[in-house]
């Protein structure tokens, strides 16, 4: 059984938004300064359009993502693996996971912002069909640039069905 296999997706608990706070700040806000305290996240889990799913191995989370689901887009405000967890396929699966729910939610697209210099998370989120679309210069706290990477998850070239209605027959 390989390690991923023993990792569990499920929603957050209510002891978790510490959790994630402090593994945000390490992981992903490092040297930026900590936006995402545990009352920030606390707050996020308890929005109705918020989905927050964690990945858990025998109890300890050891990764999560928050994204907000919009009408027509999906932001995907956070994702962070462990580093003793990644390249597991451990955060393929709550990104497959969360396509899979903004397509059952009728979202035409999910976006998310990353630091630009992070060439890991280029490579995973080009892996997984996401594709460059603009730069954003001091993004972070006015000092780093972001990246924004975009998955359509309609096909914009599917026709869609044709709604006029039929003419009517000449008698």
Not at 138 to 162: S, V
């Amino acid at each position: 059984m390989k390690r991923s296999d023993s990792v569990v997706l499920r929603p957050p608990l209510k002891g978790d938004a510490e959790i994630i706070a402090g593994l945000s700040r390490d992981l992903i806000e490092s040297g930026l300064g900590w936006s995402w305290s545990p009352e920030r996240v606390a707050r996020s889990m308890a929005e109705k359009n918020t989905v927050t799913l964690i990945a858990a191995e025998r109890g300890r989370v050891v990764a999560f993502a928050i994204a907000f689901f919009g009408e027509e887009h999906v932001h995907l405000s956070l994702l962070a693996v462990r580093p003793s967890h990644q390249r597991q396929g451990i955060g393929r699966r709550m990104l497959d996971w969360l396509l899979k729910s903004a397509r059952v939610a009728g979202t035409a697209s999910i976006h998310l912002e990353l630091r630009a210099r992070n060439q890991a998370a280029r490579r995973f989120y080009r892996a997984l069909g996401f594709v460059e679309t603009a730069y954003i210069p001091g993004y972070y706290r006015g000092r780093e640039m972001a990246l924004r990477m975009t998955r359509e998850l309609r096909d914009p070239r599917a026709q869609l069905p044709d709604w006029r209605l039929p003419s009517p027959k000449s008698s």
